[in-house]
């Protein structure tokens, strides 16, 4: 799986966006540890509060499946320019990524930047965080 392939499937993906609110297409795919790839796109809700980005579907398609180590994902979106992800899917891939996990924002299989996921979200909440450890003083 090369770069141009998985991000012909997150632009494939976009094609299923659910957009009646914003009509913004996304698409994601993630590319898991074990070469597979999970496509997603958003999905919105007329409560607006309740939809879920193209990023967090593909997330959530992949660790529902069995996967939750991830080396890649591709963001596609309609704004004719690279997409970051927003802050809460930045923090969902956190959880599943490493800091070395790349996050390739595509216009076009030909017109893509690389980033990372630790160029994106330093300083991320982690598991490390969640607990006051003893002995330990955290800053
Ligand atoms: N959106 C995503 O799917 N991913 C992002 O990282 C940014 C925003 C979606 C959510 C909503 O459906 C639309 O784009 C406009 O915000």
Redesign the pocket.
Known sequence: MDIQELIAKAIEAKEYAY?P??H?R?GAAVLTESGKVYTGC?I?NVSYGA?N???RTAVFKAVSDGEQEFKAIV?T?DNGDY????GI?RQVLSEFGKDSMKVILANSTEDYRVTTLLELLPGAFSSKNLYRHSGHKRV
């Open positions: 957009v609110y914003s913004f996304v958003n919105e939809t980005c193209a990023e963001i979106g997409l970051p992800p927003c899917c």
